[in-house]
Structures are given as C-alpha cells and as structure tokens.
C-alpha cells in the first residue's frame, strides 16, 4: 500500500468520520522540539504547508500590524476546527513549561553523587569519633558544639540521599507492554493499574529491583488470573485486573503485585511440597508458612512447562535478589478473591539509621526500621527458646550462642524484638546501647558466606561493628526450629 516510506517515520491511518479525537492524540503525542502553533499543527496533519503558509500571509497583511492570532485566522478560513487549536495551545503551552522547568534543573553524573555519599559515610563516621571523644571529656560546651554538628551532619546526609531518590513510577510504566505482550500469548485479557508511582527510592534499588517485579508480573498473569471462561463461571469481570503499587512505611518502601485472580492453591501447594520432600507429611503449618513455599528452589505447581512456567527457576531467585537488597518479602492469599506478594525494601542502600547492641566484646547493628520494642529477658527463661509477650509467643535467637561468643553471661539480659515478613522474632542480647547512624560497608568475600550478616559498619571508637540481615536471620531460625520439630516428631 506504501511504496514510499521513509525508514523511522510513522502511518497514521483515520477514520473518515469523527477525525477530531485522534488529532488531539496527535498533537499532544508530538515532541517539544518546536513550539510553533502552525508548526504543531502542520506535524499532526491537521493543515498542509500551504494552508499555513496562507493563513500566515493573511496574519503579515493585517494594517497598521498584525493583531489577530494565526489560530483564529485558520478557524476563519474554516481550514482547522476550534478544539483542534486549543489542543495545539494546550501543547504549545506545556512546552513551554517543561522548558522552563528545564532551565530550573542540573544534570549531575550518578557516579559523583555515589563519591559524594562515600565522602558523607566518612564524614558520619568521623562525627561520630568526635561525639565519643566528647563525651569522654565531660565538656559542656563541647559537647553542644559536637551536637550541633552531628545534627547539621544528618540534615548533610539527609539532602545528599534524597539527591539520589527518583520515582518508581517509571520502572512500573515499563510493565504495560509486558502485560499487553503477556496477555495475548496466554489468551487473557489483562489491565494493568498502577498507584504510588510517585513514591520515591534510592536509584541503586530502583536499579535492582526490575527483574524481580517482572518476574513476579508474569507469574501472576499465568498463575493468578484465571481465564476468560473460568473468571466468567465464577462471576467475575472476564478482564483480569493486575496491580502494582508503592508506599513508604516505617522508613523503607513497600512495593505490592496483586491480581484478583483465584489465590493461590493451599492444599495444591502443600502437596507439592510434601511430595518434593520439603515438608513432612504430618507437619503442621500455617497459611503463612505454606504460601513461602513458593520461594524454595525449584519448586513450581505447574504441571506443564512453558515460556512463562514450569521450570521451577525463578521465585527462589526473586527471593534472594530481594533479600540481597536487605528486603523481605511475603504472602498474602484469599481463595477465589486473589493473592498479593509483598516486597519492603531499605530507601537506601549506603546510610541506614541503626540500633546498636553488645554482645561479649562484640557490637552489632540492628536496622533500626526492623526493631519494635525492647524488653529484659527474666533469669527463669535461661534455658528457654521463647517467652510470652503479652499472651504472644516470642521465639528468641541467642546472639551469643549463633556466633559462639565466649565469656561471662550477663544476669539480665536483654531482648529487642524484630519483625520481618510479619513475623516477630527476639534478638538475646548483653547490652543496649542506642540508636547509631551507620554507614554500610560491604564484606570481604571471606564473610560472603556466613549467614545473617549484612555487612559492616566503623563505630567511633575505631572498632569494627557488624550489621545484622533481620530477613535472614529469622528465615534459618523458623527453617532451624521446623528441622528440630520434624526429629522430635521422628
């Protein structure tokens, strides 16, 4: 039908009645590189070159100077309708904004936003030396000298991280033609919606956190969603409805993929599990622990291999990109209603504020958005692995104990309760000592293997404290605990 088109170029083929609405989507589809009504008006096909360039010689011969706008002349001419030249001043008018808004902002190179962060870690960290020295004089002044400065340091690194933070909303928009692409391989019609897209997080998170979300996209869309038929015998809309959304809680950001498909499948799971040896047959799981599951290794409920399934390979490695980020992620599932996976994940990957204990000789940080509350571990409990919290039973982890730190126990020590994926867990600890902001510093990769450690921090005493991974510390607990109930069983 097109002999002649030229490489690049776009058809744009409209209907004969009715052409208005599509000419509006052509203007404001058009690029800003010239702000010219007849220009916009002239891309979009709206006129020709020689309309405009009449109605432009008709503008140059009004006496004693030209007064009445290229628009309303075109509309006098009856060559272009009114709604089509408020659509091209709409657009002239947002151009220009946009160039405004431009001249208001600095490009920077990310790799001398990354140098500045390292230089404010130093900067934090030597802070802190500075305060600890302080505080050991007893020197008044001093020490509100050394206050004010280590309050000037966070509003310093508070403004330098917020420089790195950019909106999720364009890592989802990149998910409508993937639902589009996916949807008509698999027969389903599928709408993407999406909220929070103006959430902000650090750059290096929105970097990694692409292939996970894509992942979790096509398996809910293969998996979640039922098909046309099926959605139609259950009395559902026969367009499925896939969710991506974004807030900020507790200091971290949550990023949720939900669908209102039919859940997931409990016993379908369970069984599947049992079968692959994961569980005992007789063990007694919760929802929660049935539906995490789904993240072990090469497991998968589809009884047929695809493009988008059956492999076994990919909500294990979801899981662990996520956990390499300092995230958790979990479950949530209603039968025939659909099912939402839950990723939390740090704002920032460089200066987190910590809590720091002591164990032994030894210091840790805990992230301070995992903690919820501290208590005093009762003498009776020494040889007990959990205790009652408020009519709630708290499973604890000794500290002492998982990284085999010799000396003296204290007689009261102390619990800070953590929680992750939803489940609360007790931190047995020395010493409480506060709140710490910390610069995270990666492990040699002679520690790449040890678990339930996220790295390292310096305190400013010069001492080395190590940062503790709460997702991964809980998960070898509960995977620790079910090992022991399955032998006790045995």
């Known amino acids: 039908m097109f002999d002649f088109v030229r490489e690049g170029s776009y058809i744009h083929i409209l209907p004969l009645e009715d052409k208005i609405p599509y000419y509006v989507e052509l203007i404001n589809s058009l690029g800003e590189d010239n702000a010219q009504l007849g220009e916009l008006l002239l891309k979009s096909g709206v006129i020709t070159q020689r309309e405009l360039q009449e109605g432009l010689n008709a503008q140059q011969a009004q006496v004693p100077q030209p007064n009445t706008r290229l628009g309303e002349i075109l509309v006098d001419q009856q060559v272009v309708q009114q709604p089509l030249v408020n659509a091209a001043l709409e657009k002239q008018q947002q151009i220009k904004d946009n160039k405004a808004r431009e001249n208001q902002t600095i490009r920077v190179d990310a790799e001398r936003l990354d140098k500045l962060i390292d230089v404010i870690g130093e900067l934090v960290i030597s802070g802190a030396g500075v305060n600890l020295r302080a505080l050991q004089t007893s020197d008044s002044a001093l020490l509100e000298a050394t206050s004010e400065m280590m309050r000037l340091v966070e ?35 599928i709408a993407l919606v999406i909220t929070g897209g103006d959430t902000e997080v650090d750059k290096s998170v929105v970097e990694k956190i692409g292939d996970p979300l894509m992942h979790l996209v096509r398996n809910a869309m293969d998996h979640g969603i039922e098909s046309a038929e099926v959605r139609a015998a259950r009395g559902k809309p026969s367009r499925g409805e896939l969710r991506l959304n974004a807030y900020h809680e507790s200091g971290s950001i949550a990023i949720e993929v939900s669908d209102d498909g039919g859940g997931l499948d409990r016993d379908r799971i369970l069984a599947k599990a049992i079968e692959k040896g994961l569980v005992q047959a007789d063990a ?71 809590f720091l204990v002591g164990v032994g000789k030894s210091s840790y940080v805990i992230p301070l958005d995992r903690v919820v509350e501290c208590l005093e571990l009762s003498g009776d409990l020494n040889d007990r692995d959990y205790m009652d919290l408020r009519g709630e039973v708290l499973p604890f982890i000794r500290l002492r104990d998982l990284f085999n730190i010799s000396g003296d126990q204290p007689r009261r020590p102390n619990v ?20 710490f902001q910390t610069v995270i510093k990666p492990l040699g990769k002679l520690f790449g293997h040890v678990e339930g450690l996220g790295g390292s921090t310096i305190l400013g005493s010069g001492e080395v404290a190590l940062i503790l991974d709460v997702p991964v510390l809980v998960s070898a607990f509960e995977h620790k605990l079910q090992g022991n109930m399955h032998v006790a069983q045995a």
């Open 284 to 354: 007694k799981l919760s929802d929660h622990e049935i539906y995490s599951l789904i993240f072990e290794p090469g497991f998968s409920t589809a009884s047929q291999i695809s493009n988008l399934s059956g492999r076994g390979v990919g909500m294990d490695v979801v899981k662990r990109n996520v956990t390499d980020l300092r995230g958790d992620i979990e479950v949530e599932s209603r039968p025939g209603q659909g099912s939402t996976i839950r990723i939390r994940l740090p704002l920032t990957l460089a200066i987190i504020d910590g």
């Open 155 to 189: 509003e310093v690194r508070d403004g330098a991280l917020q420089l790195r933070m950019v909106a999720i909303g364009a890592t989802f928009s990149r998910f409508q033609r993937v639902v589009r692409d996916v949807g008509k391989e698999l027969g389903k019609d």
């Open 416 to 435: 800070v309760v953590v929680h992750s994926a939803g489940v609360k867990t007790g931190l047995v600890v020395d010493r409480l000592i506060g709140e």
